[in-house]
């Protein structure tokens, strides 16, 4: 939640390398990716967005559409009903009608 918070409030991400974050935010596209533990990274990261204002917005669009499009309530229910439809079309879906 905490990668998803800033993106629906149109912000970019800086985040590290780690777990599933990367299927999240997309480098460059919706926000800054860092290898875990490399200061360096992280601060240069932090100094680019500082002082690009139009790379900020640039990358919190594209957060926010990300955010709405594809992590959004929307897309959670959209995502659910597509599982109770194929359950429900499955042999055994049918058996249980």
Known sequence: MSVLEPMALGRPVIATRMGGI????RDGVDGVL????DELQLAAAMRV???DTALVERLGR???ERMSTSFGPEAHLDGLLSVYSMTLASPMGRKGR
């Open 22 to 25: 990367s299927e999240l935010v």
């Open 34 to 37: 860092v290898d875990a533990g």
């Open 49 to 51: 967005l500082a002082e």
């Open 62 to 64: 594209s957060a926010y």
